[in-house]
């Protein structure tokens, strides 16, 4: 089964020059999970409800690739507004056959909530605790490291999990890790590695509604691409 979406390209730079009655008196700050989420579901307008993004399917990540200026990518049920400075096309979101080995990019919010009372809560971006990454020696035991999580979360869908490159950003903190960008904090994990198709329904549910949580800030978006053997 294959599923129609929208993928758009959105210049980060364009993003900053978006006007919101919530935009800081010094401008926005890329490094700020509120900016990202609201210049996202600025091209979306139309929009209403209580989880519009949820109900479209947006998904969305910052991208960075050589020689060119970063930019949103956009992963969405309905097309942008009209007038924005976007390019945008219209893609088949189909898993390649079991046993297909591919290649991936996925942002992912890599943490462990820790555990609390019955009945009592955190505030977003306390209580977690960051997955270590592969071959910190220094981290809690009782922690999977990040191949064996990823791995986890990929699961049924992805076999043969090999990461080949991995950056972390904490969005909301300034140069030396404190919060004071944005009132919380939001790990995105941006990860690039091959896989092996396991389970094409499930890889297709991912592709579509994304991996783990805070998609609303830049994670969960996972795109694949077959790898020609």
Request: glycine share 8%.
């Amino acid at each position: 089964m294959s599923r129609t979406v929208f993928l758009t390209k959105y210049p980060v730079h364009e993003a900053l020059m978006v006007d919101h009655p919530s935009k800081p008196k010094h401008g926005w700050d890329i490094n700020s999970p509120i900016f990202r989420h609201r210049a996202t579901m600025h091209l979306f307008p139309e929009l209403a409800g209580t989880t519009p993004r949820a109900t479209s399917s947006i998904l969305f990540r910052l991208d960075t690739v050589a020689g060119s200026a970063p930019y949103f990518l956009i992963q969405s049920d309905i097309a942008p507004t009209e007038g924005n400075p976007v390019e945008t096309k219209q893609i088949e979101l189909v898993s390649p056959p079991v046993g297909a080995h591919i290649s991936f990019r996925l942002a992912v919010n890599a943490i462990k909530r820790k555990g609390s009372a019955a009945g009592s809560s955190h505030k977003r971006g306390y209580g977690v605790t960051p997955i270590p990454f592969d071959g910190d020696a220094e981290a809690d035991e009782r922690l999977p490291r990040m191949s064996e999580w990823l791995a986890d979360k990929l699961s049924p869908a992805l076999g043969e999990v090999t990461i080949m490159n991995h950056q972390r950003q904490a969005l909301g903190t300034d140069r030396f890790g404190r919060s004071q960008v944005s009132p919380f904090v939001v790990q995105v994990d941006t990860i690039d590695g091959f896989a092996r198709v396991e389970d094409t329904a499930h890889l297709e549910y991912l592709l579509l509604k994304g991996v783990g949580r805070a998609k609303s800030y830049g994670c969960g978006l996972l795109s694949i691409r077959p790898l020609v053997d």
